[in-house]
């Protein structure tokens, strides 16, 4: 019998923030393997290309072969039947952000009732991070290195700045 625990962080991703980090690291303390699954949603405007997203992910986790990258598109539910992995990990990292994970885990396991949702909930110090204001501040000639990796501030500066 195969008793290895694994799991799904599925998310955007434009781009990763040192706050999915810490999610993927608390998440290693639980689960044997955490599958990091980026959204391919051509219907919704990235700033960075699926094919950055994976390639900056992958950078930060090259050395650990715990956590794996990949991409998926159109239903989660769908996507966890192919991997045959039915435990999604999500940040939890304010009261906001409640509401809207809350009615997508009990959708996903509307939809299947194998579907598990694990919450966790990252250090204090990224609870107000999040990518959408990262390229905010970015776009705007700002720079918060401390809360992204440090290839991630570059790719910014050169996405926005060059
Ligand atoms: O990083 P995000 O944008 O908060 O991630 C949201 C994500 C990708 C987890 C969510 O939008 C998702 O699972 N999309 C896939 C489509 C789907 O299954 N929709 C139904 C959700 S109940």
């Known amino acids: 019998m195969n008793n ?5 962080y599925p998310g955007s991703y434009d781009p990763i923030t040192n706050g ?9 303390r639980i689960f044997d393997n955490v599958t990091v699954a980026v959204l391919t949603n051509p219907a919704k405007q990235s700033l960075f290309t699926l094919e950055e997203r994976l390639d900056m992910i992958h950078k930060c986790f090259a050395d ?7 991409s998926f598109k159109g239903l989660l539910v769908d996507y966890l039947d192919k991997k045959k992995i039915h435990t999604v ?9 409640f509401e809207v994970e809350f009615q997508m885990a009990l959708m996903n396991r509307r939809i299947n ?12 110090c990224y609870s107000f991070l999040s990518s ?6 970015y776009r705007l ?22």
């Open 132 to 137: 959408r204001l990262v390229k905010e501040i």
């Open 141 to 162: 000639g700002g720079s918060i290195p401390q809360m992204v990796p440090e290839l991630v501030d570059q790719r910014l500066k050169d996405k926005y700045h060059k």
């Open 4 to 8: 290895t625990r694994n799991a799904v």
């Open 20 to 28: 999915h980090i810490d999610i993927i690291k608390r998440g290693l």
């Open 89 to 97: 990990v999500r940040g939890l990292r304010a009261i906001s952000d």
């Open 64 to 70: 650990n072969p715990r956590i794996q990258v990949d």
């Open 113 to 124: 009732r194998e579907v598990e949702t694990i919450f966790l909930v990252p250090s204090v």
